[in-house]
């Protein structure tokens, strides 16, 4: 992939905030994610390995990769995610 050629497009954002209760299984995405911790700590484990995260700490993980996160902090966790794809400014094609 050429950098000159393509540009990042978000395609969606979320603003979460998850207390300690909170699970989710795993699960994948066709974009890549961006996530940024704003408050609290988390360990994502993504394809089996465990990333621990913290305020102001970005994670981005790439499409189709089986991602899930445990909320570590007593008073939860406050995070914005962007769902972005590379798309090819001369002919609109997507990565």
Known sequence: MKSTSYL??????IER??????????????????VYIKKGDVVF?????PVSIGPNDIIIIKPRQPHKFIVKSQAGCEFIVLNFKFENQSTGVSL
């Open 17 to 34: 905030f998850h207390d300690p209760t909170w699970s989710m299984e795993p699960n994948r995405h066709e974009n890549f994610e961006m």
């Open 8 to 13: 990042p497009v978000i395609v969606k954002t």
């Open 45 to 49: 484990e993504i394809a089996g390995h």
